[in-house]
């Protein structure tokens, strides 16, 4: 199921060094979504967009932020990794219901 | 604030058992309940989901409970097989204009054969 695309699938950097997350739909949904899963904690909101000129802060953005290029198209960016962004990064969309995740990146800030 | 409660965090049970896993939701605005199930090294995926106009809805093994006055909801699983083990979160969404899904902490079930 590729309708939700995330790039890379995993990423090594170091501390300091900024980085971008790719999110990309096929499924023609104007609301997208960038999620953090740590261990215990669940999955807990970063930014949300509901169209391509409407962007909102989640639960945990500080640190991050995000580009609606296109309907299509949701990146995620640290400014300025640090090691406790090490987690598990998903991406997904929305319409009236079910959310769909894309595959997540891994990413680990040493 | 917009806030889902999870409990337990792990559950194990013998194959053929029920296993229940429960959610509360802070935001009495919120109208769509949705599980997920994500097995290891994969996406979450839905799983069912109720609606607020909805107490109960089953399908097959599956079943969920909602209480909207008590901000409740219940997940479940009747006849565990060991291919239920995963995580599962359930969430709630909220509509302010578009939607909004908080996330619960998740529920490792492990089911032992």
């Known amino acids: 199921d590729a309708d939700v695309t995330q790039t890379p699938r995993n990423r090594i950097t170091k501390t300091g060094k900024r980085i971008m997350l790719e999110c990309s739909q096929t499924?023609?949904?104007?609301?997208m979504y960038w999620y953090r899963q740590d261990p215990g904690l669940g999955l807990r909101l970063i930014y949300y967009?509901?169209?391509?000129?409407?962007?909102n802060k989640g639960e945990i953005s500080d640190g991050y932020s995000v580009s609606r290029q296109a309907q299509a198209k949701f990146s995620l960016s640290l400014e300025s990794a640090i090691p406790n962004q090490t987690a598990l990064y998903f991406c997904?969309?929305?319409?009236?219901?079910?959310?769909?995740f894309g595959q997540g990146t891994r990413l680990t800030v040493v | 604030g917009e806030n889902v409660e999870q409990h337990p965090s792990t559950l194990s049970v013998q194959e053929g058992d029920s296993a229940v896993i429960k959610c509360t939701y802070s935001?009495?605005?919120?109208?769509?309940f949705p599980w997920y199930k994500q097995e290891l090294g994969k996406r979450p995926q839905l799983i069912i989901d109720?609606?607020?106009?909805?107490g109960e809805k089953k399908d097959q093994r599956i079943a969920v409970t909602l209480n909207k006055t008590a901000k409740h909801f219940s997940l479940h699983i009747t006849e565990t097989q060991p291919e239920d083990s995963a995580v599962y979160f359930c969430a709630a969404r909220i509509d302010t204009g578009g939607f909004k899904t908080i996330f619960g902490a998740g529920t490792r079930l492990f089911v032992k054969a």
């Open positions: 499924k023609g949904h104007d609301r």
């Open positions: 967009s509901f169209d391509v000129k409407d962007i």
């Open positions: 109720i609606r607020s106009n909805v």
């Open positions: 997904a969309t929305s319409e009236a219901g079910e959310a769909f």
């Open positions: 935001d009495s605005a919120s109208n769509y």
